[in-house]
Protein backbone atom coordinates (compact mmCIF):
# COMPACT_ATOMS: atom_id res chain seq x y z
CA UNK A 1 0.00 0.00 0.00
CA UNK A 2 2.88 2.43 1.00
CA UNK A 3 5.09 1.52 -1.66
CA UNK A 4 2.17 2.13 -4.14
CA UNK A 5 1.55 5.38 -2.74
CA UNK A 6 4.86 6.30 -3.11
CA UNK A 7 4.76 5.54 -7.36
CA UNK A 8 1.04 7.73 -7.41
CA UNK A 9 2.91 10.26 -5.79
CA UNK A 10 5.57 10.30 -8.22
CA UNK A 11 3.14 9.45 -11.52
CA UNK A 12 0.99 13.01 -9.90
CA UNK A 13 3.90 14.87 -10.01
CA UNK A 14 4.80 13.94 -13.66
CA UNK A 15 1.70 14.61 -14.60
CA UNK A 16 1.74 18.28 -13.09
CA UNK A 17 5.53 18.71 -14.78
CA UNK A 18 3.54 17.87 -18.29
CA UNK A 19 0.74 20.07 -17.03
CA UNK A 20 3.25 22.84 -17.44
CA UNK A 21 5.05 21.98 -20.32
CA UNK A 22 1.41 21.33 -22.38
CA UNK A 23 0.26 25.05 -20.94
CA UNK A 24 3.42 26.67 -22.49
CA UNK A 25 2.87 24.62 -25.61
CA UNK A 26 -0.86 25.72 -25.93
CA UNK A 27 -0.06 29.21 -24.84
CA UNK A 28 2.71 28.80 -28.21
CA UNK A 29 -0.11 27.81 -30.06
CA UNK A 30 -2.66 30.31 -29.14
CA UNK A 31 -0.17 32.59 -29.87
CA UNK A 32 0.35 31.24 -33.32
CA UNK A 33 -3.15 31.49 -33.70
CA UNK A 34 -3.31 35.42 -32.68
CA UNK A 35 -0.68 35.54 -35.79
CA UNK A 36 -2.77 34.69 -38.25
CA UNK A 37 -3.27 38.21 -39.44
CA UNK A 38 0.34 38.14 -40.39
CA UNK A 39 -0.91 35.65 -43.47
CA UNK A 40 1.43 33.56 -42.73
CA UNK A 41 2.90 30.85 -45.55
CA UNK A 42 0.03 27.90 -46.37
CA UNK A 43 2.99 25.19 -45.44
CA UNK A 44 3.05 26.69 -41.98
CA UNK A 45 -0.28 26.30 -41.24
CA UNK A 46 -0.45 23.22 -41.93
CA UNK A 47 2.29 22.71 -39.99
CA UNK A 48 0.55 24.01 -36.70
CA UNK A 49 -2.07 21.98 -37.68
CA UNK A 50 0.59 18.54 -37.25
CA UNK A 51 1.31 20.05 -34.29
CA UNK A 52 -2.00 21.13 -32.96
CA UNK A 53 -2.71 17.30 -33.89
CA UNK A 54 0.12 16.08 -31.86
CA UNK A 55 -0.23 18.17 -28.75
CA UNK A 56 -4.04 16.70 -28.65
CA UNK A 57 -3.23 13.60 -29.09
CA UNK A 58 -0.35 14.06 -26.51
CA UNK A 59 -3.33 15.59 -23.77
CA UNK A 60 -4.99 12.42 -24.69
CA UNK A 61 -2.56 10.30 -23.75
CA UNK A 62 -2.28 12.20 -20.38
CA UNK A 63 -6.14 11.98 -20.09
CA UNK A 64 -5.78 8.34 -20.64
CA UNK A 65 -3.05 8.16 -17.68
CA UNK A 66 -5.13 10.14 -15.20
CA UNK A 67 -8.31 8.01 -15.54
CA UNK A 68 -6.36 4.99 -15.01
CA UNK A 69 -4.99 6.65 -11.96
CA UNK A 70 -8.25 7.03 -10.58
CA UNK A 71 -9.00 4.23 -11.62
CA UNK A 72 -6.62 2.71 -9.15
CA UNK A 73 -6.83 5.38 -6.62
CA UNK A 74 -10.86 4.26 -6.03
CA UNK A 75 -9.76 0.42 -5.79
CA UNK A 76 -6.90 1.47 -3.21
CA UNK A 77 -9.65 3.04 -1.55
CA UNK A 78 -12.05 0.23 -2.05
CA UNK A 79 -9.46 -2.02 -0.46
CA UNK A 80 -8.98 0.26 2.02
CA UNK A 81 -12.71 0.64 3.13
CA UNK A 82 -13.40 -2.96 3.10
CA UNK A 83 -10.36 -2.96 5.86
CA UNK A 84 -12.02 -0.86 7.77
CA UNK A 85 -14.81 -2.20 7.75
CA UNK A 86 -13.69 -5.82 8.76
CA UNK A 87 -11.42 -3.99 11.63
CA UNK A 88 -15.24 -2.34 12.33
CA UNK A 89 -16.18 -5.65 12.68
CA UNK A 90 -13.46 -7.53 15.00
CA UNK A 91 -13.14 -4.20 16.98
CA UNK A 92 -16.88 -5.20 17.80
CA UNK A 93 -16.33 -8.72 18.22
CA UNK A 94 -13.83 -7.88 20.74
CA UNK A 95 -16.14 -5.39 22.51
CA UNK A 96 -18.63 -8.05 22.79
CA UNK A 97 -15.47 -10.03 24.36
CA UNK A 98 -14.64 -7.61 26.81
CA UNK A 99 -18.01 -7.33 27.86
CA UNK A 100 -18.70 -10.87 28.27
CA UNK A 101 -15.22 -11.29 30.46
CA UNK A 102 -16.21 -8.40 32.39
CA UNK A 103 -19.75 -10.79 33.14
CA UNK A 104 -17.62 -13.23 34.03
CA UNK A 105 -14.91 -11.53 36.35
CA UNK A 106 -17.59 -10.28 38.30
CA UNK A 107 -19.82 -13.62 38.65
CA UNK A 108 -16.21 -15.18 40.05
CA UNK A 109 -16.20 -12.23 41.96
CA UNK A 110 -19.19 -12.85 43.42
CA UNK A 111 -18.66 -16.85 43.97
CA UNK A 112 -14.94 -16.03 45.78
CA UNK A 113 -17.11 -13.78 48.30
CA UNK A 114 -19.37 -16.84 48.88
CA UNK A 115 -16.82 -19.46 49.36
CA UNK A 116 -15.29 -16.48 51.58
CA UNK A 117 -18.55 -16.12 53.74
CA UNK A 118 -18.65 -20.18 53.87
CA UNK A 119 -15.24 -20.57 54.91
CA UNK A 120 -15.93 -17.88 57.85
CA UNK A 121 -19.38 -19.88 58.75
CA UNK A 122 -17.94 -22.92 59.05
CA UNK A 123 -14.33 -21.80 60.47
CA UNK A 124 -16.86 -20.22 63.22
CA UNK A 125 -19.03 -23.55 63.51
CA UNK A 126 -15.12 -25.49 63.71
CA UNK A 127 -14.81 -22.74 66.65
CA UNK A 128 -17.83 -22.74 68.52
CA UNK A 129 -17.89 -26.89 68.13
CA UNK A 130 -14.09 -26.53 69.94
CA UNK A 131 -15.02 -24.49 72.27
CA UNK A 132 -17.55 -26.92 73.50
CA UNK A 133 -15.47 -30.00 73.11
CA UNK A 134 -12.71 -27.44 75.84
CA UNK A 135 -15.97 -27.47 78.04
CA UNK A 136 -16.99 -30.65 77.86
CA UNK A 137 -13.09 -32.28 77.93
CA UNK A 138 -12.88 -29.52 81.54
CA UNK A 139 -15.59 -30.96 82.90
CA UNK A 140 -14.41 -34.48 82.39
CA UNK A 141 -10.90 -33.14 83.92
CA UNK A 142 -12.90 -32.13 87.08
CA UNK A 143 -14.58 -35.25 87.61
CA UNK A 144 -11.76 -37.68 86.64
CA UNK A 145 -8.02 -37.89 87.92
CA UNK A 146 -6.04 -37.46 84.58
CA UNK A 147 -4.43 -34.22 84.34
CA UNK A 148 -3.19 -35.04 81.24
CA UNK A 149 -6.62 -33.53 80.03
CA UNK A 150 -5.63 -30.03 81.02
CA UNK A 151 -2.15 -30.45 79.40
CA UNK A 152 -3.38 -30.91 76.57
CA UNK A 153 -6.02 -28.36 76.58
CA UNK A 154 -3.41 -25.88 77.74
CA UNK A 155 -0.46 -26.72 75.43
CA UNK A 156 -2.43 -27.14 72.33
CA UNK A 157 -2.02 -23.95 70.18
CA UNK A 158 -5.31 -24.46 68.48
CA UNK A 159 -8.02 -26.50 67.36
CA UNK A 160 -5.84 -28.89 64.70
CA UNK A 161 -2.84 -29.05 67.02
CA UNK A 162 -5.14 -31.04 69.75
CA UNK A 163 -6.71 -33.23 67.12
CA UNK A 164 -2.67 -34.01 66.11
CA UNK A 165 -1.88 -34.87 69.23
CA UNK A 166 -2.66 -38.58 68.16
CA UNK A 167 -2.13 -39.81 72.14
CA UNK A 168 -5.18 -37.86 73.79
CA UNK A 169 -7.61 -38.67 70.18
CA UNK A 170 -9.32 -41.64 71.36
CA UNK A 171 -9.67 -39.57 74.51
CA UNK A 172 -12.10 -37.29 73.28
CA UNK A 173 -15.63 -38.29 72.45
CA UNK A 174 -16.55 -40.12 69.30
CA UNK A 175 -19.87 -37.16 68.30
CA UNK A 176 -16.80 -34.55 68.71
CA UNK A 177 -14.06 -35.81 67.05
CA UNK A 178 -16.38 -36.53 63.74
CA UNK A 179 -17.75 -33.06 63.97
CA UNK A 180 -13.79 -31.24 63.97
CA UNK A 181 -12.82 -33.95 61.43
CA UNK A 182 -16.11 -32.99 59.57
CA UNK A 183 -15.37 -28.98 59.76
CA UNK A 184 -12.05 -29.53 59.09
CA UNK A 185 -12.55 -30.93 55.87
CA UNK A 186 -15.25 -28.66 54.98
CA UNK A 187 -12.99 -25.90 55.81
CA UNK A 188 -10.05 -27.26 53.88
CA UNK A 189 -12.21 -28.13 50.40
CA UNK A 190 -13.77 -24.31 50.54
CA UNK A 191 -10.29 -23.29 50.85
CA UNK A 192 -9.36 -24.85 47.96
CA UNK A 193 -12.44 -24.19 45.55
CA UNK A 194 -11.64 -20.63 47.22
CA UNK A 195 -7.70 -20.94 45.42
CA UNK A 196 -9.29 -22.24 42.56
CA UNK A 197 -12.08 -19.23 42.11
CA UNK A 198 -9.10 -16.95 42.71
CA UNK A 199 -6.94 -18.49 39.92
CA UNK A 200 -9.93 -18.14 37.57
CA UNK A 201 -9.86 -14.34 38.38
CA UNK A 202 -6.25 -14.21 37.77
CA UNK A 203 -6.74 -15.93 34.09
CA UNK A 204 -9.42 -14.11 33.39
CA UNK A 205 -8.40 -10.85 34.44
CA UNK A 206 -5.02 -11.46 32.59
CA UNK A 207 -7.58 -12.26 29.68
CA UNK A 208 -9.25 -8.79 30.35
CA UNK A 209 -5.65 -6.76 29.83
CA UNK A 210 -4.80 -8.95 26.39
CA UNK A 211 -8.08 -8.20 24.61
CA UNK A 212 -7.83 -4.31 26.03
CA UNK A 213 -4.38 -4.51 24.45
CA UNK A 214 -5.76 -6.15 21.08
CA UNK A 215 -8.57 -3.07 20.92
CA UNK A 216 -6.15 -0.68 21.38
CA UNK A 217 -3.79 -2.04 18.81
CA UNK A 218 -6.69 -2.67 16.38
CA UNK A 219 -8.27 0.82 17.23
CA UNK A 220 -4.64 2.60 15.93
CA UNK A 221 -4.80 0.51 12.72
CA UNK A 222 -7.94 1.89 12.02
CA UNK A 223 -7.47 5.14 12.45
CA UNK A 224 -4.29 4.60 10.44
CA UNK A 225 -6.38 3.33 7.83
CA UNK A 226 -8.60 6.22 7.95
CA UNK A 227 -5.99 8.52 7.56
CA UNK A 228 -4.68 7.07 4.60
CA UNK A 229 -8.53 7.04 2.78
CA UNK A 230 -8.59 10.64 3.60
CA UNK A 231 -4.96 10.72 1.44
CA UNK A 232 -6.59 8.63 -0.97
CA UNK A 233 -9.45 11.08 -1.45
CA UNK A 234 -7.12 14.41 -1.30
CA UNK A 235 -4.87 12.12 -4.18
CA UNK A 236 -8.22 11.66 -5.69
CA UNK A 237 -9.54 15.09 -5.83
CA UNK A 238 -5.68 16.41 -7.14
CA UNK A 239 -6.56 13.65 -10.04
CA UNK A 240 -9.92 14.98 -10.71
CA UNK A 241 -8.88 18.67 -10.62
CA UNK A 242 -5.84 17.45 -13.19
CA UNK A 243 -8.69 15.72 -15.42
CA UNK A 244 -10.75 18.90 -15.63
CA UNK A 245 -7.79 21.20 -16.54
CA UNK A 246 -6.64 18.11 -19.46
CA UNK A 247 -10.06 18.34 -20.51
CA UNK A 248 -10.25 22.08 -20.98
CA UNK A 249 -7.01 21.79 -22.71
CA UNK A 250 -7.91 19.42 -25.15
CA UNK A 251 -10.66 21.77 -26.02
CA UNK A 252 -8.40 24.42 -26.84
CA UNK A 253 -6.23 22.30 -28.78
CA UNK A 254 -9.76 21.05 -30.88
CA UNK A 255 -10.48 25.07 -31.21
CA UNK A 256 -6.77 25.92 -32.28
CA UNK A 257 -7.55 23.03 -34.94
CA UNK A 258 -10.20 24.51 -36.30
CA UNK A 259 -8.98 27.50 -36.60
CA UNK A 260 -6.35 26.24 -38.45
CA UNK A 261 -8.02 24.50 -40.67
CA UNK A 262 -10.63 27.38 -41.49
CA UNK A 263 -7.39 29.47 -41.79
CA UNK A 264 -6.44 27.00 -44.36
CA UNK A 265 -10.05 27.59 -46.18
CA UNK A 266 -9.97 31.26 -46.43
CA UNK A 267 -6.54 31.01 -47.92
CA UNK A 268 -8.14 28.92 -50.74
CA UNK A 269 -11.40 30.93 -50.75
CA UNK A 270 -8.60 33.78 -51.16
CA UNK A 271 -6.83 31.85 -53.89
CA UNK A 272 -10.18 31.16 -55.66
CA UNK A 273 -11.51 34.70 -56.07
CA UNK A 274 -7.88 35.54 -57.94
CA UNK A 275 -8.43 32.50 -59.79
CA UNK A 276 -12.11 34.06 -60.53
CA UNK A 277 -10.68 37.70 -60.86
CA UNK A 278 -7.67 36.19 -63.32
CA UNK A 279 -10.45 35.17 -65.99
CA UNK A 280 -12.63 37.99 -65.96
CA UNK A 281 -9.61 40.01 -67.07
CA UNK A 282 -8.70 37.27 -69.22
CA UNK A 283 -4.96 36.40 -67.41
CA UNK A 284 -4.00 32.88 -66.33
CA UNK A 285 -4.92 31.99 -63.52
CA UNK A 286 -1.98 31.88 -60.60
CA UNK A 287 -3.50 28.50 -58.68
CA UNK A 288 -6.46 26.12 -59.24
CA UNK A 289 -8.86 25.58 -56.14
CA UNK A 290 -10.08 21.93 -56.27
CA UNK A 291 -13.98 21.92 -56.55
CA UNK A 292 -15.57 18.48 -55.11
CA UNK A 293 -18.63 17.59 -57.46
CA UNK A 294 -20.17 15.14 -55.14
CA UNK A 295 -18.71 11.67 -56.50
CA UNK A 296 -18.27 8.81 -54.91
CA UNK A 297 -15.01 7.47 -53.56
CA UNK A 298 -12.62 4.61 -54.31
CA UNK A 299 -11.85 2.33 -51.57
CA UNK A 300 -8.10 3.16 -50.67
CA UNK A 301 -6.55 -0.02 -50.10
CA UNK A 302 -7.02 -3.36 -51.69
CA UNK A 303 -8.11 -5.10 -48.41
CA UNK A 304 -11.29 -4.71 -47.19
CA UNK A 305 -11.03 -5.88 -43.70
CA UNK A 306 -12.14 -3.30 -41.55
CA UNK A 307 -10.54 -3.77 -38.18
CA UNK A 308 -12.17 -0.80 -36.84
CA UNK A 309 -15.27 1.18 -37.97
CA UNK A 310 -15.93 4.92 -37.74
CA UNK A 311 -17.65 5.62 -33.97
CA UNK A 312 -16.30 2.62 -32.60
CA UNK A 313 -15.70 2.53 -28.73
CA UNK A 314 -13.95 -0.18 -27.78
CA UNK A 315 -10.45 0.61 -26.45
CA UNK A 316 -11.28 4.24 -26.61
CA UNK A 317 -11.09 7.11 -24.62
CA UNK A 318 -13.71 8.96 -27.36
CA UNK A 319 -15.34 7.86 -30.41
CA UNK A 320 -13.06 6.51 -33.13
CA UNK A 321 -12.92 9.53 -35.84
CA UNK A 322 -12.50 7.27 -39.00
CA UNK A 323 -12.38 3.22 -40.42
CA UNK A 324 -9.02 1.20 -39.71
CA UNK A 325 -8.39 -1.07 -42.66
CA UNK A 326 -5.58 -3.97 -42.11
CA UNK A 327 -3.53 -5.22 -44.26
CA UNK A 328 -4.08 -7.71 -46.81
CA UNK A 329 -1.59 -9.79 -45.05
CA UNK A 330 -2.22 -9.33 -41.43
CA UNK A 331 0.75 -7.74 -39.77
CA UNK A 332 2.93 -7.07 -43.85
CA UNK A 333 3.43 -3.47 -44.53
CA UNK A 334 2.94 -2.11 -48.19
CA UNK A 335 -0.02 -2.18 -49.53
CA UNK A 336 -0.50 0.33 -51.67
CA UNK A 337 -2.75 3.55 -50.42
CA UNK A 338 -5.01 5.34 -52.80
CA UNK A 339 -5.95 8.56 -53.62
CA UNK A 340 -10.07 7.97 -52.79
CA UNK A 341 -10.80 11.17 -55.04
CA UNK A 342 -9.45 14.14 -56.49
CA UNK A 343 -7.93 16.64 -55.04
CA UNK A 344 -5.05 18.29 -53.72
CA UNK A 345 -2.50 16.84 -51.23
CA UNK A 346 -2.50 19.36 -48.24
CA UNK A 347 -0.36 17.78 -46.25
CA UNK A 348 2.11 14.87 -46.40
CA UNK A 349 4.43 14.51 -42.89
CA UNK A 350 5.19 13.19 -39.97
CA UNK A 351 3.32 12.74 -36.87
CA UNK A 352 4.24 11.54 -33.75
CA UNK A 353 0.01 10.40 -33.27
CA UNK A 354 -0.74 9.78 -36.88
CA UNK A 355 2.88 8.88 -38.01
CA UNK A 356 3.26 9.43 -41.73
CA UNK A 357 0.26 10.96 -42.78
CA UNK A 358 -1.72 12.30 -45.72
CA UNK A 359 -4.61 15.38 -45.88
CA UNK A 360 -5.93 15.41 -49.48
CA UNK A 361 -7.86 18.34 -49.93
CA UNK A 362 -10.89 17.77 -52.48
CA UNK A 363 -12.28 21.51 -52.15
CA UNK A 364 -15.14 22.37 -50.94
CA UNK A 365 -14.14 21.93 -47.24
CA UNK A 366 -13.81 18.12 -47.82
CA UNK A 367 -10.60 16.27 -46.81
CA UNK A 368 -9.68 12.86 -46.45
CA UNK A 369 -6.95 11.52 -43.80
CA UNK A 370 -4.47 8.39 -44.51
CA UNK A 371 -2.51 7.86 -40.98
CA UNK A 372 -0.15 5.24 -40.01
CA UNK A 373 2.02 5.04 -43.62
CA UNK A 374 5.48 3.04 -44.23
CA UNK A 375 5.78 5.48 -46.68
CA UNK A 376 4.59 8.39 -48.34
CA UNK A 377 4.42 8.88 -52.33
CA UNK A 378 3.17 12.51 -52.65
CA UNK A 379 3.89 15.34 -51.21
CA UNK A 380 2.20 18.81 -50.19
CA UNK A 381 1.14 20.50 -52.96
CA UNK A 382 1.19 17.39 -55.31
CA UNK A 383 -2.15 16.99 -57.37
CA UNK A 384 -3.80 13.56 -57.50
CA UNK A 385 -6.74 11.90 -59.70
CA UNK A 386 -9.13 9.10 -57.54
CA UNK A 387 -7.16 5.99 -57.72
CA UNK A 388 -3.87 6.88 -57.43
CA UNK A 389 -1.00 5.20 -55.17
CA UNK A 390 -0.10 7.57 -52.98
CA UNK A 391 1.49 5.68 -49.97
CA UNK A 392 2.32 2.66 -48.81
CA UNK A 393 0.34 0.98 -45.73
CA UNK A 394 2.62 0.95 -42.38
CA UNK A 395 2.20 0.68 -38.25
CA UNK A 396 4.26 4.25 -38.14
CA UNK A 397 3.24 6.74 -35.45
CA UNK A 398 0.80 5.67 -32.26
CA UNK A 399 -0.53 2.60 -34.14
CA UNK A 400 -0.89 -1.15 -32.54
CA UNK A 401 -0.51 -3.15 -36.10
CA UNK A 402 -0.64 -2.62 -39.29
CA UNK A 403 -3.21 -0.84 -40.86
CA UNK A 404 -4.50 2.40 -42.66
CA UNK A 405 -7.04 4.34 -40.63
CA UNK A 406 -8.82 6.59 -43.22
CA UNK A 407 -10.64 9.56 -42.07
CA UNK A 408 -12.99 12.30 -44.02
CA UNK A 409 -13.19 16.01 -42.42
CA UNK A 410 -16.10 17.55 -43.86
CA UNK A 411 -15.77 21.35 -42.81
CA UNK A 412 -13.42 20.84 -39.62
CA UNK A 413 -15.65 17.66 -38.33
CA UNK A 414 -14.58 13.95 -39.17
CA UNK A 415 -17.62 12.29 -40.35
CA UNK A 416 -18.17 8.80 -41.20
CA UNK A 417 -16.22 7.73 -44.32
CA UNK A 418 -18.82 5.05 -45.50
CA UNK A 419 -21.42 7.57 -46.94
CA UNK A 420 -19.03 8.52 -49.45
CA UNK A 421 -18.43 4.94 -51.15
CA UNK A 422 -20.38 3.90 -53.69
ZN1 LIG B 1 -7.97 4.45 -36.57
Known amino acids: MYIMEGTMKKRLHKGRMQSVVKKVTAVILVSVLSLTSYRPALADTKQDLSNANDAKAAIEKKLQDVQNQLSQLNKDKKNIE ?84 AEYINKITEYDRQMLDQYAATEQQI ?35 VNELQKLDNKSADAKAYQAQLEKDKKEQEAAILAMEAEIKRQEEEARRKAEEAKKNGTTPAVTVPTYDGGKFKWPTPSTRI ?40 LATYSSSAGNWIWINHGNGLMTVYMHCSKLLVSEGTKVKKGDTIALMGTTGNSTGVHLHFGVRLNGKYVNPMSYFG
Open 191 to 225: AETKELLEADLTSLEQMQVEVEGQKQALALIQSTK
Open 82 to 165: SYIKELDSNLASIDGDINSLGIQIEDKKNEITQAQEMLETVQQQSQEQYESMKLRIKYMYENGTDSSYLNMLITAQDMSDLLNK
Open 307 to 346: TSPYGDMEDRSSPHHGVDIGAKTRGVSGDPIYAAYDGTVT
